[in-house]
């Protein structure tokens, strides 16, 4: 069992080889295995491990977090590293909870193992050892558990829901970022590459909106542009927030490759994880920032980004919206108008104080908010060369009627991808939130001329 990526409050990271426990019908690619039995992975592959740990130890205030892979049974002669060496697994029963999620597939949560009768009873707590733990499967890419995500502290601690959902969450980055080294590793070709990147990058569904009346529908689509093979940086997410909101984002990371989809990914669970304890989108996005200036690495990445906090009223929804650098939403009324929503702000991954700034907002029966990329504003004529432009999606969304979010959403797709030819050159989002209403003269209104 390899730790790829550890870190304790405070950080200090520490990497080493855990061959005692490990599953004997593992496969990894040649390249992965040479890693193991030199001792230590390669440092390019720690390193987003490592920024998974270091967000949960972060973000649940616990002194130690760590992502553990397993590996092949270790053979005759191989180096053997002690378990109290190793940053993280400071014990023989951490090493057995990890097993058991890798075992079973399923996450393990040890409020306190002196009281907890599946702990207790098998193995005494040892003296100023790990009292609370909390494990949750990484998966590779065929689906079966490899891994595991794990937290631990030497006191009792209560894992809340909030806990455990950041924890999942955190546990399927890893799980993508395992899905990206595998593929490289194996020589994939760019397509199959690009494929795994993005699938590990984009929701595969987008959850429902529970409204109190009724609930609100959300729908995205998503275009990939480039060359094939090719892998951009748009996204987009929708996830529970504090209790009674939810977080809506849609983003552009400059540049494209591996690089892009790394920092894509850390957008994705920077964001989840600061929407557990703040609502305001000008404090999650400076949270983000933040983020990307302490990346330290040689290729830093800058991206663009929408974020709105919904929470679903007795009469629809109430919003607050922030943009960094990206595209504002498009409010469309119930009656057809049409208005720009949100202030523009300052791209994130450049400076240290960038300027954000948060816009309120209520959403009726009736009404939806469209969240977008410039792949579809940037959208070039396959006739003239032409933009697409902002009036026209204007124009587009304001005859759209009391359409449904999934029908909006189809529509400025297919209008943007219509204009261009099918040739994309950049990846394209549309995103939809709408409270459901009656229409206002029962059928879509056609765009002006």
Not at 66 to 73: F, S
Request: net charge negative; charged share 20%; glycine share 10%.
């Amino acid at each position: 069992m390899q730790v790829l990526g550890s870190a304790s409050i405070p950080v200090a990271v520490s990497v080493g080889t855990a061959t005692a426990l490990v599953p004997g019908d593992a496969a990894w690619p040649p390249g992965r295995a040479a890693g193991r039995q030199a001792g230590r992975p390669d440092a390019h592959a720690e390193e987003p491990f490592d920024r998974v740990a270091r967000l949960a130890a972060m973000v649940l205030g616990t002194p130690q977090a760590y992502v553990t892979i397993a590996g092949e049974r270790p053979s005759p002669g191989r180096s053997r590293t002690a378990v109290r060496d190793i940053a993280g697994l400071e014990s023989a029963a951490e090493l057995l909870w990890c097993q058991s999620v890798i075992d079973s597939g399923d996450k393990l949560i040890i409020n306190d193992a002196r009281v907890d009768p599946r702990i207790s009873a098998t193995r005494p707590v040892e003296p100023a050892g790990v009292i609370a733990w909390a494990g949750f499967p990484v998966r590779g890419p065929d689906g079966h558990v490899v891994g595991a995500l794990c937290v631990a502290d030497r006191m009792s601690h209560l894992w809340s829901t909030g806990d455990i959902e950041v924890l999942e969450t955190l546990a399927y980055v890893a799980s993508g970022e395992l899905a990206t080294q595998v593929a490289l590793e194996l020589g994939a070709e760019r397509a199959i590459l690009a494929q795994t990147l993005q699938e590990s990058l984009l929701p595969p569904r987008l959850p429902g909106i529970p409204g109190l009346h009724p609930g609100l529908q959300v729908a995205a689509r998503y275009m990939a542009g480039g060359k094939e093979g090719e892998v951009l940086g748009d996204f987009y997410d929708v996830f529970p927030s504090v209790p009674g909101s939810w977080g809506v984002v849609v983003g552009d990371v400059c540049g494209k490759g591996v690089a892009a989809a790394k920092s894509t990914a850390l957008a994705r669970y920077t964001l989840r994880a600061e929407a557990h304890r703040e609502t305001r989108p000008s404090v999650i996005l400076a949270a983000l920032n933040r983020a990307l200036l302490d990346w330290l690495t040689d290729d830093p990445r800058f991206l663009t980004a929408i974020y709105a906090t919904v929470r679903p009223t007795l009469t629809g929804a109430a919003i607050q919206v922030g943009s960094a650098g990206h595209p504002l939403a498009l409010l469309l009324r119930a009656d057809g108008r049409v208005q720009t929503f949100g202030r523009p702000g300052t791209l994130l991954g450049l400076l240290p104080d960038p300027e954000l700034h948060d816009l309120r907002g209520l959403l009726r029966a009736g009404d939806s908010l469209v969240l977008f990329t410039d792949g579809v504003t940037e959208a070039r004529s396959h006739v003239d060369r032409d933009l697409y432009g902002d009036d026209r999606l204007h124009d587009l969304v304001a005859g759209l009627g009391d359409m449904p979010a999934d029908r909006i959403a189809d529509a400025i797709r297919r209008d943007a991808a219509a204009f261009s030819g099918g040739d994309i050159s950049d990846d394209t989002v549309v995103l939809v939130l709408k409270v459901p209403g009656h229409a206002i003269n029962g059928s879509p209104r056609p765009p002006r001329a």
